[in-house]
């Protein structure tokens, strides 16, 4: 089973930056498919960003062009690197991943059923 930890939360002002990161353990990210979700509270879980293990990118409307998701596979990492952050973007942060299949893991929408393995989330605070 794959174990991702993710880090990177905390409190930043409205338009600051926050870059968020997922390490996996137990098994190699670059098969894997990751997505990054985000739950407020009161609200559903969203997703918000995926990519590929061929790095192929896609992010909800909300966030398009404000977050940036890459990986670096030799440090079994995936990042979303978060900017003009709003306060409407504060949410626990998780990131989940699945082994690259057909059909594609990563779609927009993303579909939270798509993904088999989940970190425990990091906070993230957009606050003045």
């Known amino acids: 089973q794959l174990q991702l930890v993710e880090s990177g939360g905390g409190l930043v002002q409205p338009g600051g930056s926050l870059r968020l990161s997922c390490t996996a353990s137990?098994?190699?990210?670059?098969?894997?498919?990751i997505g990054w979700f985000r739950q407020a509270p009161g609200k559903e879980r969203e997703g918000v960003s995926c990519?590929?293990?061929?790095?192929?990118?896609k992010y909800t409307d909300s966030v398009k062009d404000r977050f940036t998701i890459s990986r670096d596979n030799a440090k079994n990492t995936v990042y979303l690197h978060m900017s003009s952050l709003k306060p409407d973007d504060t949410a626990v942060y998780y990131c989940?991943?699945?082994?690259?299949?057909?059909?594609?893991?990563?779609?927009?929408?993303?579909?939270?059923?798509?993904?088999?393995?989940w970190g425990q989330g990091t906070q993230v605070t957009v606050s003045s």
């Open positions: 137990g098994f190699t990210l670059a098969t894997y498919d």
């Open positions: 989940a991943g699945d082994r690259t299949s057909f059909p594609p893991v990563c779609t927009i929408p993303l579909r939270d059923w798509r993904y088999n393995d």
């Open positions: 990519i590929t293990s061929g790095i192929a990118t």
